[in-house]
C-alpha cells in the first residue's frame, strides 16, 4: 500500500455483501475497513426467510444461471459452516386448480436437481396418500400430490457475524458505530469522509466498495464527481411468527391470491411465515409491515394451515433491492448488478441487490472487477474453503 492511504479497500456497510467483500480481500491479501454505521447485519441481511437455496421458483422466469450459481454456493456453505447452514426438508403441497400442478411442480424440481448435479441435496420424492395426514395438520381437501425436496436454512444474522469475524481473523478493520459522509476520488485514491463515535475523521483507499443495500443510491449521490446510478425499485417483504409447530419440516406454497410463492417455516417460537413483494418508497431505516402484507400472509397460511390461526407475536419487514421494471417484484430477474465507475479500471463498485445464498460469488466478482486497481498481494486464504462458526 503506497504511503498516505489508510487501506486499500473501504467497504460501507456491514451487511452479508459488505461482509463477504471485506473478507474475500482479506483473504487475498488486502488491507481493508468497513464502515458500519449500526451494527452487522442491521439491515436486511436480518430480516430474510433465513435460507440458503437455489431458487426453485427462479426457474419459472428462467434464471437458470443464478439458480446453479445458488446451488453450487449452498453446497460450499454446507461444507464450511456445518453449524451454521444445514439442510432441512421442504415440501410442496399441489392442489386442484392450483396455477403450478403436479406434473409443472415434477419438471421444475427434476431440473432443480439435474441444475445440482442430483447430489444427495437435490434429490426430490412424491409423498404418498398414506403420509398426507402426518404433515403438521395441512389441509387435505383437493389435495393432489406433495413433493418433498430438500434445501438449505441458516440464521441470517449469525452467517454474516460469522463472515465479518473470519474477515477480521484475516486483517480486515470493522469501525462501528461509523457514518459514510461523502467521498471524492482524487488522482491517487478515494477520500471517504466519515464519522466514527461522533468524531469526524477522513480515509485514504486505493478503492471503495458500495455496500449499502437500500442505501446504495445515496451512498453513491455523495460521492465526486457525480456518478451515474442504476433505476432501482425498493421492495418491502414481510415475516409474520405465529403461535404453533411444524414438526416435519419447511412448507413451500402458493398464495391463493396470487400464486406467489409463500414459505411457512418451523421456528423455535413459533412458525415463521413470508414474505410479501410490496414497493416501498422513504427512509430504509423506518420499513415496517403494513396491515395489508399481515392479511395477506395470514390468509395464505390459513389455505394450507387451518390451525394456525393465531395472532401474529410478531412481524418485520425487510427491503430487497430490485431493477426498476413494469413487471411484478416477484417476476423480475435477482441476479446481482455490479456498477463500477469505471469499466476498466474501476475504483468504486457498487453492490445492487443479491441473495443471502451468493454472497461469497458475489464478493469474488469485486474482487475480480477491483484487481487493476489494486495493488498485488500475496493471498492469505480461499473463502471456498475458510470454516465459519457460529
Known sequence: MSTG????????????HGAGVAQAAAAAGHDVRVLEQTGIAAGTSSRSSRLIHGGLRYLESAQLRLVYESLRERAILLRIAPDLVRLVPFHIPVYRGMRR?????RAGLSLYALLGGWRGGSRFHSLPRSTWDGLDGLDTRGLDAVFRYVDARTDDAALTRAVMRSAQSLGAELLCPARFVA????GDGIEI??????????????????AAGPWVNRVLARIEPPLSASRIELVQGTHLLVPGRLACGIYYLESPRDARAVFAMPDDQGVLVGTTEVPYEG????????????????????????RLDGEPMEAYAGLRVLPAMPTAAFHRPRETVLHADDPARPRIVSIYGGKLTTYRAVAERV?????????AA????????LPLAP
Open 367 to 375: 474482487m475480480a472487477r477491483l484487481q487493476p486497481s489494486l495493488p
Open 5 to 16: 492511504l489508510d487501506c486499500d479497500l473501504l467497504v460501507v456497510g456491514a451487511g452479508i
Open 101 to 105: 400442478s403436479a406434473a409443472r411442480v
Open 283 to 306: 427512509d430504509p431505516g423506518r420499513v415496517a409491515p403494513l396491515p395489508a402484507e399481515i392479511a395477506y400472509l395470514r390468509e395464505t397460511l390459513a389455505r394450507y394451515f387451518p
Open 378 to 385: 500475496i493471498r492469505r486464504a480461499d473463502t471456498a474453503r
Open 183 to 186: 467521498a471524492r476520488a482524487t
Open 193 to 210: 469522509d466519515c464519522t466514527e463515535n461522533g468524531r469526524e475523521r477522513t480515509l485514504r483507499a486505493r478503492a471503495l466498495v458500495n
